[in-house]
């Protein structure tokens, strides 16, 4: 079996609703196990409180020693000024070992996000890439096969770098279909091709 997983941040859930369509996209490949697991939170309980984030949580926190055990990592992060999420950037900030021992060179990896308004929409799938660069990983975006994202009747978010949604200025607008149907498409994509590099 090639193994997958889904590894994300989310502080208000949005990103999580996206990792589930993913790792459900993953896990429509025959042959394919996959895995959704969050980053851990840096934030204290009470600051997240009292923003009205989230802090409960049913999907468990990953590990960095464990990375090296997946054929492919589809990553998942909010932005934060055109950039990943500051916990995604303390976990990749301890592959350090990894990076050293080449543990995660030839694996696939592929980046997925939201936005309140599409002000980051991409830039912050691009400037994840280095990082999955310097470890070695073979990047993947979301193709134009992705008939979604030549649908521009309504607003969205993704792009070919990777499925993306609007959250909205407030952050009470829910994925839609179209970016669900992107993130699915994504981990369809990803677990294809981690399947036949795994051979
Ligand atoms: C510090 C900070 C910076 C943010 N920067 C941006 C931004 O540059 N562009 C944007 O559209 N949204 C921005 N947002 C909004 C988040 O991206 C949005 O809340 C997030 O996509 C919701 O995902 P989540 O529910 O998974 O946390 C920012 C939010 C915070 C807290």
Excluded: C
Aim: without cysteine.
């Amino acid at each position: 079996m090639a193994k997958v997983l889904v590894l994300y941040y989310s502080m208000y859930g949005h990103i999580e609703t996206m990792a589930k369509s993913v790792a459900e996209g993953a896990a429509s490949v025959e042959g394919v196990e996959v895995t959704l697991k969050r980053v851990p939170e840096t934030m204290p309980r009470e600051a997240l409180e009292k923003i009205g984030a989230k802090v409960e949580h049913d999907v468990p926190e990953a590990t960095v020693a464990e990375l090296p055990d997946y054929d492919a990592i589809i990553f998942g992060t909010p932005t934060r000024f055109g950039n990943m999420a500051g916990q995604m950037r303390t976990f990749l900030d301890q592959t350090g070992g990894h990076w050293l021992g080449g543990k995660l060179i030839g694996k696939v990896a592929s980046v997925f996000t939201s936005t309140a308004t599409g002000g980051g929409n991409e830039t912050t799938i691009l400037t994840f890439w280095p990082t999955l660069a310097h470890q070695g990983m073979v990047i993947v975006g979301l193709p134009y096969a992705a008939q979604e994202l030549l649908d521009i009747s309504q607003p969205r978010g993704g792009s070919p770098l990777g499925a993306g949604m609007l959250a909205g200025p407030d952050g009470s607008r829910q994925a839609s279909e179209n970016e669900l149907g992107q993130a699915r498409f994504q981990g369809r994509h990803v677990a294809g091709i981690a399947k036949k590099l795994h051979g």
